[in-house]
């Protein structure tokens, strides 16, 4: 009793009053869900009630096995990959690139560059989707634009199942770019400017001070945009659903929406869905892992 | 000089008198919730919620409707999720079979024939037949065809054509209608039920008919058959006769609307629902296809084709309605509640608000209107074009079969599968289904 009244000391008391709920909450919203979605991938549950149903059964890997064998499956993750791409490849250095710019006052009119590439942003995916399916439409302004140029083209871009993925890829170029450009903008608030002003000083370039003093000041914060930009990949849905729908003949379809058709379009499969979003959870945790490793291995020392 | 007593005996009385009343009233209110299928952007919704939803509430105060209106997927994600939780709303909009075939076979409804009782008599004797799961699970709004071909008659006489009565004579107009700059036919088939609900439903109805169907779907033929990849070497060649075009896979299916009417392509494949979306919108009197120009506009089956054993045929199918959850008990006040309002919803008066603001074929006999648009008019005269009617796929096939169907429409379209080839797919799911099943 002693002991136990020692150990309840007023800074645990408080630690716990703090703590708890948060844990809580995260049991009760992210972890628990995401256990119990395991489980059932492995189950033959198709409806009704979950709990106390003598009709549910254990079936092992069976569902993951068919989502493995099933080609839109693959097509899927193969969109995933590309919108990761643009997001790590194309919207981190673009964005790292307008911060830079701005930051640097390398242009004028800085803070209205800043709000034109951050406005998209602030706009609901569900507009912003479908004001670019009419604009890519084949009966939309970019036909009429590349048909002022070229009389008779063809818009195929929609409908090419090649290139179908193409203007999804682009609009989340141009949506997301400005989330990254005002998080490095605000880290390259942060870097002391006596740093860069002694650099240039010493002689070194424009080049010198980004390659040498910014880019390893901000090696965290490219690893948490990095970890960002992979877990917004990996769920995408609103965009691709309002601007394409996954289709033409599932050609556009992504990780996320390929587990929605099958939880809840035609005849739902759960366990499925379920395997899916496990399979996303796991791929993932694969990925951030893969760039925390980077990070240690290249990247340099935040100050 | 009255006692104490009596003076309280009174004053109890008087408290008893003016509230137990309005307690009692309290205690029989019903609450009903009710998940409803509503496009709030289609013209007429505002006279709906106020002469369908509203008017009911006004003439049923002690019954409280608590209604979700949803619309198109995010309807059928919340119907899945209600049923995967079995908590279904006590009312809930339904299709015959199709994308409701499992609240129909789970028994998630009550099957209304004894509630419906004498006022059978009001109704076409054809819409109260036993649906999916062999009872009436939810009281038809009307009859529906889910093929309709759309012609915009001035700009097809404006090419020097008129409306082709075989397809050949559809495929003769091709290169007309492309050097005038024109689409020949429109479809808002960007998700993948359009092509197989609103065209190749009639097109196996046409080259395969229901009778060999049905025997494919029991187990007795198979979707790899001649007559059903015929139907689809058929729907493929439309595209290499320039009849369908790609684009119509990148077409969203209310953009559509616009395209039509304003004159892209002098047709257009859909179902005849989709007059509702050209009619004049009460709230702010303005329609797609203003009411001037409506007799411009036709409405027909599609012209013969090669081969056909059914003759003059649309696919259709009885159209949807409400149900009642399951869960609601027998002879309980709840479902006299639920009754009333599903009743109303099929009402002389509502189906009457219905063919005026949407054109909806009603399924009582009757309801009749003088204030309806000329595509109303027109859409009704269509069913007298139609001779025969076949079977809706998805209405016939479980969601696992005509799944690769869809989707193989899409890639028969794009060149990305042979009509072969989806068809094993397809025959492959229906295999799977039925292993599945015993």
């Known amino acids: 009793m002693k002991r136990l009244l020692a150990w309840w000391t007023e800074e645990r008391r408080a630690y716990l009053l703090l703590v708890l709920p948060g844990v809580l909450v995260y049991w009760a919203v992210m972890a628990f869900p995401t256990v119990f979605s395991l489980g059932l991938s492995m189950t033959n549950y198709n409806g009704g009630v979950i709990f106390g149903n003598p009709n549910i059964q254990f079936v092992g890997l069976r569902h993951y096995l068919r989502m493995f064998n099933d080609r839109y499956f693959w097509i899927s993750l193969k969109n995933n990959g590309l919108i990761m791409a643009i997001s790590v490849f194309g919207q981190i250095p673009l964005g790292f690139l307008f911060a830079y710019v701005i930051h640097r006052k390398l242009i004028k009119f800085g803070d209205f560059f800043q709000t034109i590439i951050y406005l998209p942003c602030v706009i609901s995916t569900i507009v912003v989707g479908r004001l670019w399916q009419s604009f890519f439409s084949p009966y939309g302004p970019f036909t009429k634009f590349m048909q002022t140029f070229q009389p008779g083209w063809e818009n195929e871009l929609a409908y090419d199942p090649q290139k179908a993925i193409l203007p999804v890829l682009f609009v989340i170029l141009w949506m997301y770019t400005g989330q990254y450009m005002i998080i490095f903008l605000a880290n390259l608030q942060k870097i002391d400017p006596s740093l860069i002003e002694a650099a240039r000083i010493d002689g070194a370039s424009e080049w010198q001070v980004l390659t040498r003093i910014m880019l390893p000041a901000l090696s965290g914060v490219i690893v948490t945009a990095c970890i960002l930009a992979i877990s917004g990949s990996l769920k995408s849905f609103d965009l691709v659903y309002a601007m394409t729908a996954g289709n033409p003949a599932r050609r556009t379809s992504v990780l996320a929406l390929y587990m929605y058709d099958t939880a809840f379009k035609h005849s739902p499969n759960y366990p499925l869905a379920n395997s899916i979003s496990v399979f996303m959870v796991l791929l993932s945790f694969i990925l951030i892992v893969l760039v925390r490793i980077t990070e240690a291995r290249f990247g340099g020392r935040e100050e | 000089m009255l006692r104490k007593s009596t003076l309280l005996l009174l004053a109890v009385l008087l408290v008893v008198g003016i509230f137990a009343p309005a307690a009692l009233a309290q205690e029989e209110k019903i609450t009903i919730t009710v998940l409803n299928y509503f496009d709030l952007t289609a013209p007429g919704a505002e006279r709906e919620l106020e002469e369908v939803w509203r008017e009911f509430s006004r003439r049923n105060p002690h019954i409280i409707v608590e209604r979700e209106d949803l619309f198109l997927e995010a309807f059928h994600q919340k119907v899945e999720a209600y049923a ?80 082709p009565e075989t397809y050949e004579e ?46 494919i779907i029991r187990g007795e033929a198979k979707f790899t058959d001649p007559e059903f990849v015929n139907a689809l070497e058929f729907y493929a060649q439309m595209y290499k006769d320039g009849v369908l ?188 289904w039925r292993a599945k099943r015993q």
């Open chain 2, 84 to 163: 995967a939780a079995d908590r279904l709303p006590d009312v809930v909009f339904m299709w015959p079979g199709g994308r409701s075939t499992s609240l129909h076979t789970l028994g998630l409804v009550k099957d209304l024939r004894p509630l419906l009782g004498d006022d059978a008599q009001y109704f076409n004797p054809a819409v109260l037949a036993p649906q999916a799961a062999g009872y009436l699970a939810e009281l038809p709004s009307t009859m529906t065809s889910s093929h309709a071909l759309y012609i915009n008659v001035p700009l097809l006489e404006s090419l020097g054509l008129s409306i």
């Open chain 2, 170 to 215: 559809l495929v003769a107009m091709v290169p007309v209608i492309k050097g005038a700059g024109l689409d020949v036919i429109l479809m808002g088939a960007q998700e993948d039920w359009v092509i197989q609900s609103c065209l190749f439903s009639m097109i196996v109805g046409r080259l395969v008919g229901d009778e060999k169907l049905h025997e």
């Open chain 2, 245 to 432: 075009d790609r684009k119509i896979m990148n077409i969203n299916y209310s953009e559509v609307n616009g395209l039509f009417a304003s004159g892209r392509a002098p047709f257009m494949i859909d179902g005849d629902w989709k007059t509702a979306n050209f009619l004049t919108d009460v709230t702010t009197g303005e329609a797609l296809i203003p009411v001037d120009q409506q007799p411009n506009f036709k409405m027909t089956i599609f012209p013969a084709i090669p081969g056909e054993i059914t003759k003059k045929s649309s696919s259709g199918v009885v159209g949807t309605g409400y149900g009642m959850s399951s869960k609601i008990p027998d002879g309980s006040p709840k479902e006299a509640a639920a009754w009333e309002l599903i009743k109303w919803l099929q009402s002389k008066e509502v189906q009457t608000m219905r063919l005026e603001t949407a054109g909806t074929i009603p399924s009582r006999i009757d309801v009749t209107s003088d204030n309806i648009e000329p595509l109303v008019v027109e859409r009704i005269r269509y069913y007298d074009d139609i001779e025969v009617y076949t079977e809706v796929l998805d209405n016939v096939l479980e969601g696992e079969v005509y799944l690769p169907l869809n989707v193989g429409l899409q890639e028969i379209g794009l060149g990305l599968a042979t009509p072969m080839e989806v068809a094993e797919r397809v025959q492959e799911a229906l295999e799977a």
